[in-house]
């Protein structure tokens, strides 16, 4: 592991020196998605979109199934407020890892303040693949309550509340069993 030195007072580093740092970085170590995420970062602290959304290309063009690339991509879609193009790429990432977490709360943020149902759904989802069986049968039940005619969302909601509420009266009953 190569050490980049020290960062400047206050904990940040001006984008000059990041850069210059990633540069000697790239100069030592072999290609590594890292060095591309490290690249994208840099970018979007710069608020630099089109240099992070090239850094994003090279290191998915290298790195093509790196789920940190991938979610980077996303991220600055989302920063530089290509929204609609942000969905669809965690539309198209969900299908290849439909029980990842971060995707589900990525997905949230894009419908929080278009579509309640969506949202719900969403961030119930999250806090499902994240075993948060409580949160998620919160926002389950208000994914429920939201306007909105999709029929199929509306029945995936129904079908995993009821999941939901299946798996939270079975840990109730093992901590019942634990505690005897």
Known sequence: MVWLGPCTSGGTRSGLSARSDLAEARRRLASHPMLFTLEV?????????????????????????????QLADIDVLIDSGARDEALVAVRRQLERRPGDASLYRRQASLYADRDDLRYHAALGNAFYYEQRYGPALEQYQLAGQAKGNDFYLRSSIEARLREVEKLLKDEKAQSGKIGQ
Do not use: D, K
């Open 41 to 69: 970062a840099i970018e979007r602290e710069a608020r630099n979109w089109p240099a992070a959304r090239r850094a994003v290309h090279r290191g998915l063009a290298a790195f093509p199934q790196n789920p940190a690339l």
